[in-house]
């Protein structure tokens, strides 16, 4: 366990300094000696799209790779108002009084049209915004897949050679957020509101076959029985549903983030979850296919930003949108003499 004094919230307009004020080799060691400064300036590195700069995120990720993937990795979702962040703030409290070390990796809506964020989840977690073994990373999601920023892979194995056991990933719960989380993460939770019949119907299916257990928050005063009723209903829809994995059976709970109750049987859930897997192999197998899809999603990006950066083949992509534009050519042929353009 790396000291105290190293862990705490980074607050999104603090200054840690460039991040290339300090060389790879000095950043691992800062990092493995769990100093959240340059953690900070690590992950600064990792979300800048600089070649220079992505030169060596690259370097400092592959020395650290051998400190990684000892946490436990949790990605919790829901839509906006169901209390993810109550949530996440909470169950991350008791784990830190359990003695773990936590680090939350909050992906914020960006706005289309400007491209800022919110980057208000330190405010509303305000437990973990002032823990010494607790760090919050607002994330600015920009215009990736779902809502989830490029760098959040990165970020993720930078606090796990930092030193943090568990690390959460709360999504936007908007869009695709939910499947490219669940792609990077080991225990993937629902978070729902207590309501069934129409509301049961319209959760997207697909949501829940990829969630390995699912929570109905709020369950508290008047709307108690509601969240218990709800429970059932996912319990018996869960039954029905195809299943991600063969060792385990998602399950739905009703909790109350607010008065915790209930968020010690998540954590049991997954501590048994992990368990389970890891003594079928599935664990195991599971993360190493993440790691490829991982690599085939950075080739993507890697891809795409090389045809960006150069400025013959925007020009070619303009006059190409024209013609699409203009019916003279249809975008499969289009879309063809691009990728061959970009090939030579």
Same mark, same amino acid.
């Given at each position: 366990m790396i000291s105290s004094f190293c862990f705490g919230?980074?607050?999104?307009?603090?200054?840690?300094?460039?991040?290339?004020?300090?060389?790879?080799?000095?950043?691992?060691?800062?990092?493995?000696?769990?100093?959240?400064?340059?953690?900070?300036?690590?992950?600064?590195?990792?979300?800048?799209?600089?070649?220079?700069?992505?030169?060596? $995120?690259?370097?400092?990720? &592959?020395?650290?790779?051998?400190? =990684? /993937?000892? *946490?436990?990795?949790?990605?919790? #979702?829901?839509?906006?108002?169901?209390?993810?962040?109550?949530?996440?703030?909470?169950?991350?409290?008791?784990?830190?009084?359990?003695?773990?070390?936590? $680090?939350?990796?909050?992906? &914020?809506?960006?706005?289309?049209? =400007? /491209?800022? *964020?919110?980057?208000?989840?330190? #405010?509303?977690?305000?437990?973990l915004a002032v823990h010494m073994n607790a760090f919050v990373r607002p994330s600015p999601s920009g215009k990736t897949?779902?809502?989830v920023a490029r760098a959040t892979r990165e970020t993720m194995l930078l606090c796990e050679a930092a030193g943090f056991d568990v690390v959460i990933v709360e999504t936007v719960g908007v869009g695709q957020s939910e499947s490219a989380v669940a792609g990077m993460v080991d225990f993937f939770l629902a978070l729902l509101l207590p309501g069934a019949g129409d509301e049961l119907q319209g959760i997207k299916k697909g949501l829940i076959e990829m969630a390995d257990m699912i929570a109905i928050n709020k369950a508290d005063s008047d709307l108690e029985?509601?969240?218990?009723?709800?429970?059932?209903?996912?319990?018996?829809a869960l039954h029905i549903l195809s299943r991600g994995s063969e060792n385990w059976t998602p399950r739905s709970v009703a909790i109350s983030a607010r008065e915790n109750k209930g968020l010690a049987e998540i954590w049991a859930a997954v501590q048994q979850?992990?368990?389970?897997?890891?003594?079928?192999?599935?664990?195991?197998?599971?993360?190493?296919?993440?790691?490829?899809?991982?690599?085939?999603?950075?080739?993507?990006?890697?891809?795409?930003?090389?045809?960006?950066?150069?400025?013959?083949?925007?020009?070619t992509i303009a006059s190409a949108e024209n013609d699409v534009r203009n019916g003279t050519i249809a975008p499969g042929a289009a879309a063809d003499q691009i990728i061959a353009l970009a090939a030579t």
């Amino acid at each position: 366990m790396i000291s105290s004094f190293c862990f705490g919230t980074m607050h999104a307009n603090q200054n840690y300094g460039p991040a290339t004020t300090l060389s790879a080799e000095d950043l691992t060691t800062q990092i493995l000696e769990g100093r959240r400064a340059a953690l900070a300036r690590a992950i600064t590195l990792v979300e800048s799209t600089k070649p220079d700069h992505r030169a060596k $995120a690259n370097a400092l990720l &592959d020395s650290l790779y051998h400190a =990684t /993937g000892k *946490s436990v990795r949790i990605g919790v #979702t829901g839509l906006p108002g169901v209390g993810k962040s109550s949530f996440v703030d909470q169950f991350g409290a008791n784990l830190l009084e359990e003695g773990h070390s936590v $680090a939350v990796l909050a992906i &914020d809506p960006s706005s289309q049209r =400007t /491209g800022g *964020s919110i980057l208000g989840d330190k #405010t509303r977690m305000q437990r973990l915004a002032v823990h010494m073994n607790a760090f919050v990373r607002p994330s600015p999601s920009g215009k990736t897949l779902g809502g989830v920023a490029r760098a959040t892979r990165e970020t993720m194995l930078l606090c796990e050679a930092a030193g943090f056991d568990v690390v959460i990933v709360e999504t936007v719960g908007v869009g695709q957020s939910e499947s490219a989380v669940a792609g990077m993460v080991d225990f993937f939770l629902a978070l729902l509101l207590p309501g069934a019949g129409d509301e049961l119907q319209g959760i997207k299916k697909g949501l829940i076959e990829m969630a390995d257990m699912i929570a109905i928050n709020k369950a508290d005063s008047d709307l108690e029985r509601q969240a218990s009723r709800t429970a059932a209903d996912y319990n018996a829809a869960l039954h029905i549903l195809s299943r991600g994995s063969e060792n385990w059976t998602p399950r739905s709970v009703a909790i109350s983030a607010r008065e915790n109750k209930g968020l010690a049987e998540i954590w049991a859930a997954v501590q048994q979850h992990k368990t389970i897997l890891q003594k079928s192999g599935e664990f195991d197998a599971k993360r190493r296919q993440q790691a490829i899809t991982w690599m085939h999603d950075l080739i993507e990006q890697q891809l795409r930003q090389r045809v960006l950066g150069n400025p013959e083949m925007l020009r070619t992509i303009a006059s190409a949108e024209n013609d699409v534009r203009n019916g003279t050519i249809a975008p499969g042929a289009a879309a063809d003499q691009i990728i061959a353009l970009a090939a030579t």
